[in-house]
């Protein structure tokens, strides 16, 4: 993706900013979840929306507001503001990936601020003229609010800080009670792995006889039919019993290829910060993986937390991101969950 800015409409004086914008209050279909304010350009027309119901629903965006500007180079801008409920957990950013991907949308520049905002570029043709978009979303307990400033690709640039005002001046008027898209269950593996897993997630504890100074549990994550479309394993594994960052990834790697998944190429290898007094830092390896005698990719995730006179080893099997992207970031936001609160 190529360098692109993400103007804030720091450009415009306070005084321009009076001036040139008004502060917009609304309540779709009278929800007073749905409520906010959003500064606009003065002079853009509010168009009128209409859905079934005021709820939101996890299959369709539902229009909230649509603001169309005086036509520049041809065509009108436009604001336009949607929510959807979200059921999964998954990160804004990946979120607006998803949607370029199901939308066929170009994206050019993403830019995630935190794991519930994320701003992005994208670019898409409307009766064969191209546009380009300044896309937004934001996530709040399980809604997320997608906000989306295009205009004629030849008249984006000039019209930049005027849609970064939008952006940087949507609120919500209530927040949601909830503190997150899921609720999350709290895990006691031993004395020394305690987590958190996203509700949709279905722990069990591996009872197969396991060499002393092994424990370990297993969470699957199920689609719609029922089918397993993830799984985790969690282990904390006695250093006298067996020892080397570089021994657990393979051991777990062997673990997979007794349940017939080989595992192929290093796909990223990262150090990570754990944030807490308890633990050093950790690594994590991601890896190309395949069913045996089946061509579907897969991808194997390991991470090796080491504590005094322990590891904690937490991996994801999960579908590759570039055949089932959706499945593949859910899976990822829950892994990073469980990571996050081993602290």
């Known amino acids: ?16 900013l009076k001036e040139r914008f008004h502060l917009i209050k609304d309540m779709p279909y009278n929800n007073p979840e749905l409520a906010y304010k959003i500064l606009i350009p003065k002079g853009w027309e509010s168009e009128s929306i209409q859905a ?3 709820d939101l629903n996890p299959n369709t965006l539902k229009p909230l507001a649509i603001f169309k500007g005086p036509e520049h180079g041809g065509a009108n801008p436009f604001v336009q503001i949607q929510a959807v409920q979200l059921i999964r957990e998954i990160t804004a950013a990946n979120w607006l990936r998803h949607y370029a991907i199901a939308t066929e949308r170009k ?21 064969g ?7 937004t979303a934001s996530i709040d307990g399980d809604r997320l609010f997608f906000m989306l400033n295009l205009a004629l690709s030849s008249t984006y640039d000039k019209l930049a800080e005027i849609f970064g005002v939008p952006v940087v001046s949507f609120n919500l008027q209530r927040g949601s009670s909830k503190k997150s898209i899921e609720k999350h269950i709290p895990y006691n593996l031993d004395e020394i792995v305690r987590f958190n897993c996203p509700d949709s997630w279905k722990y069990r504890l591996v009872t197969e006889e396991r060499p002393e100074g092994k424990e370990a549990a297993d969470l699957f994550s199920h689609d719609p039919d029922g089918n397993v479309c993830g799984r985790m ?43 807490s007094d308890r633990f050093d830092t950790g690594v994590v390896k991601a890896f190309s993986a395949h069913v045996d005698g089946n061509e579907i990719r897969q991808e194997v995730w390991v991470a090796v937390i080491e504590v005094p006179e322990y590891y904690i080893v937490v991996s994801l099997l999960t579908p590759f991101r570039e055949q089932d992207f959706f499945l593949w970031a859910i899976n990822r936001r829950a892994y990073d969950i469980v990571l996050e609160t081993l602290a």
């Open 1 to 16: 993706m190529t360098q692109t800015e993400f103007p804030i409409g720091q450009n415009f004086s306070k005084k321009e």
């Open 52 to 54: 079934e119901s005021k």
């Open 107 to 127: 994206l050019l520049a993403i830019k995630p601020i935190s794991d519930n905002f994320a701003d992005s570029v994208m670019e898409f043709l409307i009766d």
């Open 129 to 135: 003229h191209p546009f380009t978009a300044r896309a």
């Open 233 to 275: 394993r969690v282990k904390s594994v006695e250093r006298n019993v067996s020892s080397g960052v570089e021994t657990q990834i393979q051991d777990t790697i062997s673990e997979y290829r007794d349940g017939n998944v080989i595992v192929d190429d290093l796909l990223e290898s990262v150090e990570v910060e754990i944030g």
